[in-house]
Structures are given as structure tokens and as C-alpha cells.
């Protein structure tokens, strides 16, 4: 009986006293056994003992959210390596930044070729008049233009009234200056020129400036509330800002909310120019503007940063620090803009051109519409008026990136640091003084405009301008299989396995940079630690943690079979879990002990049939603490998938250096978010042999974007399945292909609500011909059977026992 303590000293009783030297021997012999024999008892061989406690899972979560808020404050710090600034001349400051400005404009998705503008469109039917209204200094219109086909910005054009060039002239003078006006997103046109309620007459700047001489354009913006956020046709809605509800279905094609209305606004702009360039009058061209508030204010700024045309741009109620963005509503999440840009950044685009920055108070964002029944699924986000100490701080940031032309951007606010109201009139004289129309004469209110419109409901138009933006996507989503055909299968050599390996490595580095983002490899060492929890009749069971960088560490259960014999290497099979899970779950069915029925033990069967079994824990889960994960991580050009690539790489190197690991056999295997990962993982980490995808494979593309399935994740909380530009770069049938020519496996059930059986085998055909024509037919196969979102367990383990070299077990 073996001697742990002093209280087994006492449990022997006083006859064990005078026997002390006899027990003391064998204690002596114990103590010195090699510390590694030691170890066994409670840890695996060369790690050290496991000592966290607690919900390993939370940790991992918290850790890695550490984690990204410190790569977000470095990120200022990154910035100045993707810019060189020449400051020899404006020209050449122009021509240095015009690499930056075109990867902004990928970025926020304004990629797309605009419809030539040759002129605005009046707005009328039998019953509405294009002409709105009418006072003595302007007229208002109800105007569109093209913007892409089908596409068109909407809103209302205020022509100013101007006296005649002179007595033989027919020919009203030029306007002072040609401004596009952005409002916020929950204000309409109307407002800004008070013809609808909602604005104090000194707030609407759109009619003040119509009303000292300027041609003035409003775009409709697309606005927070959620009335046409779903599908009538499906009976299916979200609580969805339409804001968002673009925003998604958008960012999986490598588009933008803000880039649809960026591009409506560069229309309005060449608009401008071709009423100038068909203009005859020989003064000098007015100049063109853009003035924006609160979302309009995003907009303004950003328009001004890609086109070199807007003279003038004045940002009010938006400007600020962009570092927690995070929290702000996620139609402004943009992907990889703080690894190169902040507000300071982009306005530093603008420059040599001149950017007024007003301190005003933003309107107040609370959060999406509320819940309710039948509309759910948004995601969080917050915003309000920043601090004046924010918005300043990022004015001198500005200042400090553009040296010699720092007084181009000018800073504008109240008193001892206070906003102003938008639309502030000693900014709006600075604005048109800049526009070479000087504001010292500025006019005073007039009278008050009129809209003749009996009939005129603006949530009409909302509805349109909504609608136009979902089939352009939509449209994008029927034509993106032809564009990744031209991205990716065209481009591919299938004459040989080695020819087609080297060929796919150049996609592989696109879809780890470009589409999930790549963080370095691990900085800090594994410094493996571990504890026994299981002991099993067939095997024993390990928490195994090791280190990535600080604060994330990867975390998995190893099962290894009790029959294993010294010296012996066996293939590993990585056994993942899914959404909202732990290892616990693929261990046992048993949910008292943490187990989930769908993963039938799946890691347990397979360790009982001789396998050594590692079941890694992923970072999903925690419902929305796991979704900011993907948040914080995307402004900086990242993903969640970023961290699990570097965890599974860490496991990987821990896994190849065991004693009873053959690191050439080793495959994985992921049910549901684990399917996920078995498409995005193995496609990039070659270490992996082999990848199982179950319940998760299916034409995920279509999945994420479509408006005319209920099994979109349109209509759900998953706001975290979005990758940016997914849809012209790499569906499954793809990450599919970079898996290739290593085996590859669908696991898929008749009644899995992930997707319809249709789906899932139009994309795996892809994959079936590829690896035929590869000549390797045998090592891909999909199993269908009669069930739900669950794990098999009868091709797959087949599989493995193929394709991994290890005999299956003797029937008995």
C-alpha cells in the first residue's frame, strides 16, 4: 500500500510506529522511481501537471479576447509600413496614396463599375409631381440616377434660383458650388430641407445651402429600421436594421452597405461633371462638395477618400477613433480597415484636399429594433456622441500623418471642447468659403418650403431603394459560381497530384490571408501540461493544454487506447466539436457527464477501436461573448478561423512529437461548426491526412446570402458565419479542392436542417470529378443515410480505418 501522506500514516495505527524502518523502504524506493514514471499516475509522460481550474471553455474565450484588444492597439502603431507619403508636391502626395485608397476601396466593397450618369431622372407619377416645392430662392425635385443596373440613388435635387448672366443672356449663372448633402440614416431628405418634420429650421443645412447659391443633391440613405428585413414570400423576418440586413447578405460577396452608398454618392458626382462638361459658360467651374451627419458623415468622409473630384468635405457627428469599433452597429464593420486605417488614416487620403471634422452631437443608436415575435437575430451595436477627447485626439493623429499639409483638415467645435448642432452655421461659412463661395455674405433663413406631395409616403421609397440593393446581391450571389470558375477551377492543373499540390499553394495562402486573415505562427513554447480525467476499460483520457501566444492557449482531451505498446506510433484521429460545445461532448452520450446525444461518443468509439483520439476545444461558444471574438477580430483583416488555425497548428506540432504518434497519420473529423472546421482547417494545414466534414457541408455560399431559403443564415443570430468576399473566391466545393488530393469525406443525414440534400450534392459533385480526374476516385465519398444533424459512425469510421492504415476491429 503505497504511502501518499500523513494521513495514511495515521490510518495504519500504532502498530505501523514500530515498523517505521520497514514502511520507510519501500517509501524510499517509491521516491526514487525517474520523475516521467511519476508522472504517469496523473499526467502524460513530459508535460507538466494540468493546475487551471474552472470552465476551461470561458477561458479560452476570455483569453482570446485579451488577446485581440491588444492586437487592436498595436494595429495604430502597424500602420505607417503600408504607406509612403510623398510630400514633394500635391500631385505627387495624390499619386503616393492612390495604393491605399484603392485597397479602401476593395475594403469597404465600392468595387463595382457604375452606370454612365448622363442626367437626373425626375421622379413623378399622375398623382405626385417631380417638382416638390418652391420658394423664392430654390426649387426642390424628387430626382434618381443610375448607379449599376437596376441600381439608383434616390432623393431630392434643390436647384437654387440664380439671376441671369446678363441682359443678352437666356443663361442663369452657374451655381456657387455643387454639394451632395448626406444626411443620417434614420433622417429623410425631406428633413434637411423642412419639408417634413424632425429638424429645427437652423438644422437644415441642405436648405441653407441651397439658399446661399448652392445646387444641392440628397441621397436617400438606407435607414435602422427593419420593416422589409425578411421575406414575405418565406413568411420569414429579423429585427435586422435594414442597415444589417444589407450589410450580410453584402459582406459574403465582397461588398458593402457603406460601399453601395459610397458609389451612389461618386454617381451624384459624375452627375456634377457632366452638367459641368456640357455647360457653356466660360467663369470657372463650381466646385464640387460633399457634407455629411452621423451615418452621412461616414459617408462624406469616406466618398471624399476614393475620389479626387470632391474638392470640399465636411464630416459632422461621425469623426473619431475607430478602435472600438467593435461596438459600434455592424453595418460599420469593415474587414482589415484598422490593420491600415483609421479615421486620421483615411482622412489623410483626402489630403491635399481640404476636410472639415465638426464636433456635433451624433444621433444616439440604442441598439437594433427591439426583439419581438417573429423578428429576432440581430446583432448588437451601439453608438452615440463621441468624446470631445476622441474626436480631437484623432484630428491631431490627421495632422501629425500629413506634415506639410496638415491645415487641410480643420477642426470645428463648441465651447471649452463642446458639440455643436449639426449644421452649425459658422462651419457651414467655412464650408462654402473653402468651395470659393464665400460665406461672409451668408443669407439668412428664407421662407420656408412647402412639399405640394398630397400623396407622398417616404417608406415607399425606402422600400425601393432597399429592394433595388438585395437583387444587386442577389444577383451577385446567382453569378458567383461563374466568377470562382475565373478565380479558381479554370486556373488548375490536374495532370499530376504533385503538379496540382503546387498549384493549390497559392490559393491556399489567398484564402488564409485574404479571406479568413493569418496571425503569425505561435510566439510563445507549447509548455504542455496535462491531467488524467478519464480511466476507462479501453482507454484513459487527458486534459492536454499548451500555449499559443499570451492568453491563448489550445485545450483538448487526449484518449489513448490501453493497449497501445512502447514504441509503438498509431494514427490520431481530431475528433471536433461544435457549436456551442466541448470535448466532453464527443466523449460521452451521456449528458449528465457532458455529453451530447448528435455526437453519438464518437471520440470514444474511435479510441475503443484502437485509435488515438485528440478532441480539441474550439473558441465557439458562449453566444454572443464568442460572436464579438469575430468583431474585434475583423477590422483587423482577421477571424475567428485566425486564433483555431494557430491552435490546431500548436496541437498539431504537440501531436507529431509523441512517442505513439505516427505524425503521417493523422486526420480530422467535425460534426456541425466541427464541419465547419473540418472545410476551413485541413484545407490550410497540410498536416492533417485526411478531413471528414459531417452535418455541415453544403452550398454554403448560397447559405449565407440567399433571401429565398429558410435555411439562410440570414434569418438567424449567426452573424459570425460571414467571411468577407467568400462568395467570388471560395465556396465548399473549393476549400474542398484545397484538400486535395488528401482523402475527403461528407458525412450527410436525409433530415440535417443545415441545408437540403439538393445543396449539399451539387457542391460535393464538384469535388467527387475533381479528385477523378485527379485519378483518384477512391479517396473522396459522400455517405447519405436516414437521419438528422448527427455523426454516423459507419462510412466514416470505414474511412479512417482505410485511409489512416488501422485495422478495422474482428467482428465477434
Not at 436648405?207 to 420593416?227: F, K, W
Not at 472639415?356 to 451601439?382: L, N, Q, T
Not at 425606402?462 to 461563374?482: A, D, G, K, P
Not at 469525406?745 to 437540403?756: I, L, S, Y
Request: with cysteine; aromatic share 10%.
Amino acid at each position: 500500500m503505497p504511502l501518499n501522506s500523513d494521513s495514511d500514516m495515521r490510518k495504519l495505527g500504532p502498530a505501523a510506529a514500530g515498523n517505521a524502518p520497514a514502511l520507510l523502504l519501500p517509501l524510499l524506493w517509491f521516491l526514487l522511481l525517474p520523475l516521467p514514471v511519476l508522472a504517469q499516475e496523473n499526467t502524460l509522460a513530459s508535460t507538466k501537471l494540468l493546475t487551471v481550474e474552472g470552465d476551461l471553455s470561458a477561458q479560452m474565450v476570455a483569453g482570446a479576447d485579451r488577446f485581440l484588444m491588444r492586437e487592436i492597439e498595436r494595429s495604430v502603431g502597424e500602420r505607417p509600413k503600408f504607406w509612403q507619403r510623398d510630400f514633394a508636391s500635391p500631385e505627387a502626395y495624390d499619386k503616393s496614396v492612390q495604393a491605399n485608397r484603392e485597397r479602401f476601396r476593395k475594403a469597404i466593397g465600392a468595387v463595382d463599375p457604375r452606370l454612365p450618369v448622363k442626367s437626373l431622372e425626375y421622379v413623378s407619377t399622375t398623382d405626385t409631381p417631380a417638382l416638390v416645392a418652391e420658394t423664392d430662392k430654390f426649387s426642390v425635385y424628387a430626382v434618381r440616377w443610375p448607379v449599376f443596373e437596376g441600381v439608383f440613388g434616390e432623393g431630392l435635387l434643390l436647384q437654387p434660383k440664380l439671376p441671369q448672366a446678363g441682359a443678352a443672356s437666356t443663361s442663369p449663372l452657374a451655381p456657387r458650388a455643387r454639394i451632395v448633402a448626406l444626411a443620417d440614416a434614420d433622417q429623410t431628405p425631406e428633413m434637411l430641407v423642412g419639408l417634413a418634420p424632425g429638424l429645427a429650421p437652423e438644422a437644415q443645412w441642405a436648405r441653407r445651402l441651397a439658399e446661399n447659391g448652392c445646387q444641392v443633391l440628397i441621397p436617400v440613405l438606407i435607414d435602422r429600421r427593419d420593416t422589409w428585413s425578411g421575406s414575405a414570400k418565406l413568411n420569414r423576418f429579423t429585427n435586422q436594421p435594414h442597415r444589417e440586413w444589407i450589410y450580410r447578405q453584402a459582406f459574403e460577396m465582397g461588398r458593402h452597405i457603406i460601399g453601395y452608398e459610397v458609389q451612389k454618392v461618386l454617381a451624384a458626382v459624375d452627375w456634377f461633371e457632366t452638367e459641368q462638361a456640357g455647360s457653356m459658360r466660360a467663369a470657372p467651374s463650381p466646385r464640387v462638395g460633399v457634407i455629411g451627419y452621423g451615418e452621412g458623415g461616414l459617408l462624406a468622409l469616406y466618398s471624399a477618400a476614393l475620389d479626387s473630384r470632391i474638392a470640399v468635405s465636411f464630416v459632422s457627428g461621425y469623426f473619431a477613433s475607430r478602435q472600438r469599433v467593435w461596438e459600434e452597429p455592424i453595418y460599420r464593420n469593415v474587414f482589415g480597415l484598422l490593420r491600415e486605417f483609421g479615421d486620421a488614416e483615411i482622412a489623410s487620403l483626402i489630403a491635399p484636399r481640404t476636410l472639415f471634422v465638426e464636433h456635433s452631437e451624433a444621433p444616439k443608436v440604442e441598439g437594433p429594433p427591439k426583439a419581438r415575435d417573429g423578428r429576432s437575430g440581430a446583432a448588437s451595436g451601439k453608438w452615440s456622441t463621441p468624446e470631445y477627447s476622441s474626436v480631437e485626439s484623432e484630428v491631431a493623429r490627421a495632422r501629425s500623418l500629413l506634415g506639410p499639409l496638415s491645415n487641410r483638415v480643420e477642426f470645428i467645435y463648441g465651447n471649452e471642447g463642446m458639440a455643436v448642432g449639426p449644421g452649425f452655421e459658422q462651419g457651414l461659412r467655412q464650408f462654402l468659403g473653402r468651395l470659393g463661395a464665400p460665406g461672409k455674405d451668408f443669407a439668412r433663413l428664407g421662407s420656408a418650403p412647402k412639399d405640394v406631395r398630397a400623396k407622398f409616403d417616404p417608406a415607399e421609397r425606402q422600400q425601393r431603394q432597399m429592394e433595388q440593393l438585395v437583387e444587386h446581391t442577389q444577383r451577385l450571389l446567382r453569378f458567383s459560381e461563374r466568377a470562382r470558375d475565373e478565380f479558381f477551377w479554370r486556373k488548375l492543373k490536374t495532370g499530376s497530384t504533385g503538379e496540382y499540390e503546387a498549384e493549390c499553394q497559392r490559393y491556399k495562402s489567398n484564402m488564409w490571408d485574404e479571406v479568413i486573415g493569418r496571425f503569425p505562427k505561435a510566439s510563445l513554447p507549447a509548455n504542455a501540461r496535462s491531467r488524467k480525467i478519464y480511466d476507462k476499460e479501453k482507454w484513459t483520457g487527458y486534459d492536454v493544454m499548451l500555449d499559443v501566444w499570451p492568453d491563448v492557449y489550445a485545450w483538448g482531451v487526449l484518449l489513448l487506447p490501453k493497449d497501445l505498446k512502447s514504441g509503438e506510433r498509431r494514427p490520431v484521429v481530431v475528433c471536433q466539436h461544435g457549436l456551442e460545445g466541448v470535448p466532453a461532448d464527443t466523449i460521452t452520450d451521456d449528458p449528465k457527464a457532458g455529453g451530447y446525444g448528435a455526437y453519438k461518443a464518437f471520440a470514444a468509439r474511435l479510441a475503443e477501436r484502437g485509435f488515438v483520439v485528440f478532441a480539441p476545444h474550439n473558441p465557439y461558444r458562449g453566444v454572443d461573448k464568442f460572436r464579438v471574438l469575430q468583431r474585434k477580430a475583423n477590422p483587423l483583416g482577421k477571424s475567428l478561423f485566425s486564433i483555431i488555425l494557430a491552435q490546431h497548428d500548436r496541437i498539431l506540432d504537440w501531436l507529431s512529437e509523441q512517442p505513439f504518434v505516427d505524425p503521417t497519420r493523422i486526420g480530422f473529423y467535425g460534426l456541425s461548426y466541427g464541419g465547419k472546421t473540418a472545410m476551413r482547417v485541413p484545407a490550410l494545414l497540410d498536416r492533417y491526412c485526411l478531413s471528414i466534414c459531417s452535418a455541415d457541408f453544403n452550398e454554403w455560399v448560397k447559405k449565407c446570402t440567399t433571401i429565398d431559403s429558410g435555411y439562410s443564415y440570414l434569418y438567424t443570430i449567426e452573424y459570425d458565419m460571414y467571411e468577407f468576399n467568400l462568395g467570388h473566391t471560395f465556396n465548399y466545393a473549393e476549400m474542398g479542392a484545397l484538400i486535395a488530393p488528401r482523402p475527403f469525406m461528407v458525412e450527410r443525414g436525409h433530415n440535417d436542417g443545415v441545408a437540403p440534400d439538393e445543396w449539399v450534392a451539387y457542391e460535393y459533385s464538384k469535388i467527387r470529378r475533381l479528385y477523378a480526374k485527379l485519378g483518384i476516385p477512391e479517396r473522396t465519398e459522400i455517405e447519405f443515410f436516414n437521419g438528422p444533424h448527427t455523426i454516423n459512425g459507419a462510412g466514416t469510421f470505414k474511412f479512417l480505418h482505410r485511409h489512416l492504415s488501422w485495422p478495422e476491429p474482428t467482428p465477434l
